[in-house]
């Protein structure tokens, strides 16, 4: 996603007490950035904040790591969450901020860390072959989260595009993930939206009678 250069990104993440500018000085020690033990969820691809800062508010027993390569991206992201829990009353005190990428993402998590469960929402479907590689849920990306994740433990991805989301469930199924959850319309199935909130993009896309695709994958041994 494009996003116009922000002046006022940088210097606001350089004060706000969620950005975490040394990502790697916490890698195998998440846990003490956020002062307790409760679990750490993850969300590759964080985009504008909204869907992180709702998870955040809808659970406080969890501690949550929002990624996003674009500095400008987090910029608007830290404002939105800000707004969100100013207009609840509540202090951010389980939202880590994170600028990476995402291909080098064990330089800053590590099994240790204890990753839950990691959240893609709406990310780039990048459609021609050359550039699929640099898909969320590419068979490479997913090596590096069967890394992060034990058996058991769930990556949940959302997207409008349907090219990416068929090609994507033949990803996990290769890479030892198993789907437990499918919908290809969320909005109209049993999936609780308190377990998935509504982002910008898919308030949009739905606006446009774009049905909205949602799986759940477990990681499970590789045959």
Same mark, same amino acid.
């Given at each position: 996603?494009?996003?116009?250069?922000?002046?006022?990104?940088?210097?606001?993440?350089?004060?706000?007490?969620?950005?975490?500018?040394?990502?790697?000085?916490?890698?195998?020690?998440?846990?003490?950035?956020?002062?307790?033990?409760?679990?750490?969820?993850?969300?590759?691809?964080?985009?504008?904040?909204?869907?992180?800062?709702?998870?955040?508010?809808?659970?406080?027993?969890?501690?949550?790591?929002?990624?996003?390569?674009?500095?400008?991206?987090?910029?608007?992201?830290?404002?939105?969450?800000?707004?969100? #829990?100013? %207009?609840? /009353?509540? *202090? +951010?005190?389980?939202?880590?901020?994170?600028?990476? $990428?995402? &291909?080098?993402?064990?330089?800053?998590?590590?099994?240790?860390?204890?990753?839950?469960?990691?959240?893609?929402?709406?990310?780039?479907?990048?459609?021609?072959?050359?550039?699929?590689?640099?898909?969320?849920?590419?068979?490479?990306?997913?090596?590096?989260?069967?890394?992060?994740?034990?058996?058991?433990?769930?990556?949940?991805?959302?997207?409008?595009?349907?090219?990416?989301?068929?090609?994507?469930?033949?990803? #996990?199924? %290769?890479? /030892?993930? *198993? +789907?437990?959850?499918?919908?290809?319309?969320?909005? $109209?199935? &049993?999936?609780?939206?308190?377990?998935?909130?509504?982002?910008?993009?898919?308030?949009?896309?739905?606006?446009?009678?774009?049905?909205?695709?949602?799986?759940?994958?477990?990681?499970?041994?590789?045959?």
């Amino acid at each position: 996603m494009r996003i116009r250069k922000k002046k006022w990104a940088e210097p606001e993440l350089a004060v706000c007490d969620f950005y975490v500018a040394e990502p790697k000085s916490f890698r195998g020690r998440w846990k003490q950035f956020f002062g307790n033990d409760k679990p750490i969820m993850l969300e590759v691809g964080c985009g504008k904040g909204s869907f992180v800062g709702q998870m955040a508010l809808l659970h406080p027993e969890i501690n949550f790591i929002a990624v996003d390569i674009k500095l400008d991206m987090l910029g608007v992201g830290r404002r939105n969450i800000v707004k969100l #829990f100013d %207009n609840s /009353g509540r *202090e +951010i005190n389980n939202i880590a901020l994170v600028r990476y $990428n995402v &291909d080098m993402l064990t330089e800053v998590l590590a099994p240790e860390d204890k990753i839950q469960r990691i959240y893609i929402n709406f990310c780039n479907p990048w459609p021609r072959d050359k550039h699929k590689k640099r898909r969320l849920t590419h068979p490479r990306k997913l090596k590096l989260y069967r890394e992060l994740l034990k058996d058991g433990q769930e990556l949940h991805f959302k997207t409008d595009d349907d090219e990416l989301f068929d090609e994507s469930l033949g990803y #996990f199924s %290769n890479e /030892g993930f *198993e +789907i437990v959850t499918l919908t290809r319309d969320l909005h $109209n199935s &049993d999936v609780d939206p308190n377990t998935t909130p509504m982002t910008e993009h898919e308030k949009m896309f739905s606006d446009e009678g774009i049905k909205i695709k949602y799986c759940v994958a477990k990681k499970v041994q590789k045959g």
